[in-house]
């Protein structure tokens, strides 16, 4: 994520950074529910020039409710340069493993995996020319990613074991947003515009290839819900996006109402399968519930001359259940 310096343009120069990130895809696996990991980014600037401005970008955590939030992992950048945390990476779509232990995330041209405390960083070997949105198997050993072959193009999805670091195509017709489902089903979206939510088409896929299922059109970024039965997938509304329900066999197509923001984006679903977090105009991120529309807000989004914060692509860590 590149924010250049210029009089009166950089916060706007990072709100569109944040909103032109890729996004995530999900799956939640099925446990009590954990923590809600997210993309951060944050922007201080000084119009007058006289402190400098600072950037950070991280993976952080919270609790649904807001509390217990820190940065697992992170970049600091002062007037551009590098200031404290890791600046050697990027820090994009983070993704829960099954058992809530790890999380894996876009670290610019590979992907990365870390432990829930932030310890144990290692990059995976790379398979495309930039590697991203990684998505876990309900197993555990295997990431489902997306991109481009070397010489460039369309974005397709591919499966790396992580034991072995051995790789595979899925798809050769492009394809983005992947989510694994605990029913070994990988739903992804294909055609449209990663800028432009909701645009392009869900399909549902074998972790092997065949049996190729078209679940929606004019819907992306779907995420399963625990018990690999049903997905939520954003949709255009007007100008703005909404979100809808569907089956895993493409039936019962239904819109939320979600008061929780006026354009949502980037849904996951909470492992007991009673709550929605998504992240609305602005990047304030909430969390929903199914029942009765409640809504808590995790982290709150904010923009001014001097300033810009926002979350994205939420990712819900499934605990043990007691």
């Given at each position: 994520?590149?924010?250049?310096?210029?009089?009166?343009?950089?916060?706007?120069?990072?709100?569109?950074?944040?909103?032109?990130?890729?996004?995530?895809?999900?799956?939640?696996?099925?446990?009590?529910?954990?923590?809600?990991?997210?993309?951060?980014?944050?922007?201080?600037?000084?119009?007058?020039a006289l402190d400098p401005s600072t950037v950070k970008h991280s993976i952080d955590v919270a609790r649904p409710?807001?509390?217990?939030?820190?940065?697992?992992?992170?970049?600091?950048?002062?007037?551009?340069?590098?200031?404290?945390?890791?600046?050697?990476?990027?820090?994009?779509?983070?993704?829960?493993?099954?058992?809530?232990?790890?999380?894996?995330?876009?670290?610019?041209?590979?992907?990365?995996?870390m432990r829930s405390d932030g310890t144990g960083f290692r990059l995976l070997p790379q398979v495309t020319a930039?590697?991203?949105?990684?998505?876990?198997?309900?197993?555990?050993?295997?990431?489902?990613?997306?991109?481009?072959?070397?010489?460039?193009?369309?974005?397709?999805?591919?499966?790396?074991?992580?034991?072995?670091?051995?790789?595979?195509?899925?798809?050769?017709?492009?394809?983005?947003?992947?989510?694994?489902?605990?029913?070994?089903?990988?739903?992804?979206?294909?055609?449209?515009?990663?800028?432009?939510?909701?645009?392009?088409?869900?399909?549902?896929?074998?972790?092997?290839?065949?049996?190729?299922?078209?679940?929606?059109?004019?819907?992306?970024?779907?995420?399963?819900s625990p018990g690999g039965i049903r997905l939520v997938v954003v949709r255009p509304k007007r100008r703005l996006?909404?979100?809808?329900?569907?089956?895993?066999?493409?039936?019962?197509?239904?819109?939320?109402?979600?008061?929780?923001?006026?354009?949502?984006?980037?849904?996951?679903?909470?492992?007991?399968?009673?709550?929605?977090?998504?992240?609305?105009?602005?990047?304030?991120?909430?969390?929903?519930?199914?029942?009765?529309?409640?809504?808590?807000?995790?982290?709150?989004?904010?923009?001014?001359?001097?300033?810009?914060?926002?979350?994205?692509?939420?990712?819900?860590?499934?605990?043990?259940?007691?």
């Amino acid at each position: 994520m590149d924010v250049r310096r210029a009089p009166g343009l950089l916060v706007i120069a990072g709100a569109l950074a944040v909103l032109g990130m890729p996004a995530a895809a999900s799956a939640a696996f099925p446990g009590e529910n954990g923590r809600i990991a997210f993309k951060w980014f944050e922007l201080r600037e000084d119009e007058l020039a006289l402190d400098p401005s600072t950037v950070k970008h991280s993976i952080d955590v919270a609790r649904p409710g807001g509390q217990g939030r820190r940065s697992l992992r992170f970049c600091e950048e002062v007037d551009g340069q590098p200031g404290s945390g890791d600046c050697s990476i990027e820090y994009l779509s983070p993704a829960w493993s099954p058992d809530g232990k790890r999380i894996a995330f876009d670290a610019g041209t590979r992907l990365a995996v870390m432990r829930s405390d932030g310890t144990g960083f290692r990059l995976l070997p790379q398979v495309t020319a930039n590697d991203g949105e990684p998505a876990w198997s309900p197993d555990g050993r295997r990431l489902v990613l997306t991109g481009p072959p070397p010489s460039g193009g369309r974005n397709d999805l591919h499966v790396l074991e992580l034991a072995s670091g051995e790789p595979y195509r899925l798809t050769s017709d492009g394809g983005r947003s992947p989510a694994w489902s605990s029913r070994n089903r990988i739903a992804f979206t294909r055609g449209g515009s990663m800028d432009r939510p909701g645009t392009g088409a869900t399909y549902t896929i074998r972790p092997g290839g065949g049996g190729l299922r078209l679940l929606a059109r004019r819907a992306s970024d779907p995420s399963w819900s625990p018990g690999g039965i049903r997905l939520v997938v954003v949709r255009p509304k007007r100008r703005l996006t909404s979100l809808w329900v569907v089956r895993a066999d493409g039936s019962g197509l239904r819109r939320m109402v979600t008061p929780g923001a006026d354009d949502p984006e980037r849904p996951c679903w909470s492992p007991d399968g009673r709550q929605i977090a998504y992240t609305g105009f602005g990047g304030t991120l909430v969390a929903q519930r199914l029942r009765d529309r409640r809504i808590r807000e995790v982290v709150r989004g904010a923009s001014g001359a001097e300033y810009s914060f926002a979350a994205s692509s939420p990712d819900w860590q499934p605990l043990p259940r007691r």
